[in-house]
């Protein structure tokens, strides 16, 4: 996918990143986990560089203790820490009850949308909807997305972590 533009979930999704720069994409079907991988430096304590597909909790569980965590705006270590990143064209809003005008939708939970993540508040589901979703709510042409509450646990983390990149300013290219 282009830098700083939403993760494509599909083979369809690459074809349109890419606009023509490649021949052909082999269709292994939609990506199950939706969010990219977990990523942790392990160059002294281990580090959390990027939340992914398994949650901070089950790493810490497997590593034996807890992970620091990378700071925003640090300097780069590892792909997906560009503080705006993973960006549809329109602009993103996090934390919303419900759209404004020229808005979309992107529902989690109890707060539906034109689109849900999980309709039941389950955050696998919701990581494996994400990219997929921001592609769809994009290409309806709004002026922004407006995006549910996600909690902040689990997959939430990493979901999270792409939703305030998707939303934070731009960078210049």
Do not use: K, W
């Not at 960006?87 to 034109?114: I, K, N, Q, S, T």
Request: hydrophobic letters at 45%; one cysteine or more; glycine letters at 16%.
């Amino acid at each position: 996918n282009p830098s700083g533009r939403i993760s494509p979930t599909t083979a369809a999704h690459v074809l349109a990143g890419l606009e023509g720069r490649i021949e052909a994409v082999i269709d292994g079907g939609p990506c199950a986990v939706g969010v990219e991988s977990s990523i942790v430096g392990l160059g002294g304590a281990p580090v959390l560089l990027r939340p992914g597909g398994v949650p901070a909790e089950a790493l810490e569980a497997a590593l034996g203790g807890p992970l620091a965590r990378h700071e925003a705006g640090g300097a780069l270590t590892a792909p997906g820490q560009l503080v705006s990143h993973y960006a549809p064209g329109a602009r993103v809003r996090l934390g919303a009850a419900r759209a404004e005008p020229g808005e979309v939708m992107l529902g989690f939970g109890p707060v539906a949308g034109d689109l849900t993540l999980s309709a039941a508040g389950d955050l696998r589901e919701a990581a494996a909807n994400l990219f997929h979703h921001l592609h769809a709510l994009d290409a309806m042409g709004a002026a922004g997305i407006a995006v549910a509450p996600i909690p902040e646990v689990g997959l939430g983390r990493a979901i999270n972590d792409r939703l305030r990149r998707a939303a934070a300013p731009r960078q210049a290219p």
